[in-house]
């Protein structure tokens, strides 16, 4: 038998069997009883953060297998749905069988409800604004400079006002008229002399979100994968011709003025960027939803910097201390090993492993003890720096203890 599920009203828990004390705000679906259940936050006997098990909203359910992001305005009509067509059922009922105030034979009005496949309201071509302002604006120019003949009135000053609340020469359905900046480059083309190689420089400063529209993702399945196989190459060959290299990004403010410039780019679909999530098919429509690209450069410029501090050892680090804890250990992070040992197989606190922070601060020391003081200790007069910077601190009594 298949899946089914059935939608809860959160106002009736009594349609479902769970308890009263479930926090029915957090919960879309619930399900039926059938052969094949479904697993819900009610009946789930494993955390919700095991993978298949555990949904508590509709974003969780499509975000943990396509991570997409549900539009709030989605979910508010999977919620609200059934009650909206029992009240057009009555609604249909009393206008036409009992009050006869319409007749059978008048259309319903659609609902044009937002779904899953249809997320964004559709919006009138611009061509058909045009056509409509200009039928518009014939017709009261027509009216008003007639009537201004008729009554004698002075057609100067009539002249001197706009007659529409935004002016047509300036703006476009009551949007500023902008103009093409690549209008620009013929001119200042001929003003400027060409050369054929780039000119030597010891710093270079990229632009992080012309970069990502630049490398599109060809090949790529996961946003990790962008990363390594087309992001960080980039920046390596960049780097073999200078010594020092800046990546500088873009910030999204909602109230600036370039935000009015960016709605009109187009909308697409909001994804989660995490390293195991796919790329999406369509890179110029990921890139118009802002939080896609301000989620897309916060993940680059860690990548970037956790490379650029050797986070490939510290994971080999992380990872042999778990194997150190539990040789079966599938985790690659301490402190998901942590949580594993800890809640699973019930772990004594002093037989799991130490959280990151600590074991990075300890693997400091062991650097510390091993290169910079038995690694010098055949060298006069050592210069090993100051043990502060290396995990150590001090205590009341001025003597050196761990951090």
């Not at 009551?174 to 013929?186: F, H, I, P």
Request: proline share 5%; charged share 30%; hydrophobic share 30%.
């Amino acid at each position: 038998m298949s899946k089914q599920c059935k939608i809860v009203d959160p106002e009736l828990p009594s349609t479902s069997s769970i308890s009263a004390d479930f926090d029915w705000k957090e919960c879309i679906f619930c399900q039926e009883q059938t052969k094949e259940n479904l697993q819900c936050p009610a009946n789930s006997k494993r955390s919700d953060l095991d993978v298949g098990t555990g949904y508590k909203t509709l974003e969780t359910i499509l975000e943990r297998y396509t991570r997409d992001i549900v539009d709030p305005r989605v979910c508010e009509t999977i919620r609200n749905v059934e009650n909206l067509g029992k009240e057009q059922y009555h609604q249909f009922v009393t206008e036409r069988l009992e009050n006869k105030s319409k007749s059978l034979h008048v259309p319903i009005k659609q609902n044009k409800l937002l779904l899953f496949s249809r997320q964004q309201p559709k919006t009138e071509t611009k061509d058909k604004q045009q056509i409509t302002s200009l039928k518009q604006n014939c017709s009261l120019f027509s009216q008003l400079y007639v009537s201004c003949q008729v009554r004698n009135g002075d057609l100067e000053e009539f002249f001197r006002h706009e007659n529409q609340s935004y002016p047509p020469a300036l703006s476009q359905f009551g949007e500023m008229r902008l103009g093409s900046k690549s209008d620009l480059l013929v001119p200042l083309e001929r003003l400027t002399e060409l050369h054929e190689e780039a000119p030597n420089a010891d710093v270079l400063v990229i632009d992080g979100a012309a970069i990502i529209n630049m490398l599109k993702p060809r090949g790529s399945k996961t946003f990790e994968d962008y990363f390594n196989d087309i992001f960080m190459p980039y920046i390596h060959d960049q780097l073999r011709f200078v010594s020092r290299l800046d990546v500088v990004w873009d910030e999204y403010i909602s109230n600036s003025l370039k935000a009015s410039t960016r709605c009109k780019r187009g909308k697409g679909v909001r994804r989660r960027v995490l390293p195991d999530s796919r790329v999406p098919g369509n890179w110029e429509a990921f890139l118009r939803v802002n939080d896609n690209k301000t989620e897309l450069f916060i993940y680059l410029a860690e990548q970037l910097v956790a490379s650029a501090r050797g986070s490939d050892e510290q994971k080999q680090i992380e990872r042999y201390v778990i194997l150190m804890y539990d040789k079966t250990s599938q985790c690659t992070k301490v402190n998901d090993a942590r949580k594993d040992l800890f809640t699973r197989k019930g772990r004594a606190i002093d037989n799991i492993p130490p959280s990151e922070s600590a074991l990075l601060e300890h693997t400091k020391r062991a650097v510390y003890m091993a290169s910079l003081c038995w690694g010098k200790c055949l060298e006069p007069s050592p210069q090993v720096g100051s043990p502060s910077e290396w995990g150590w601190q001090k205590d009341k009594t001025q003597m050196w203890i761990p951090y």
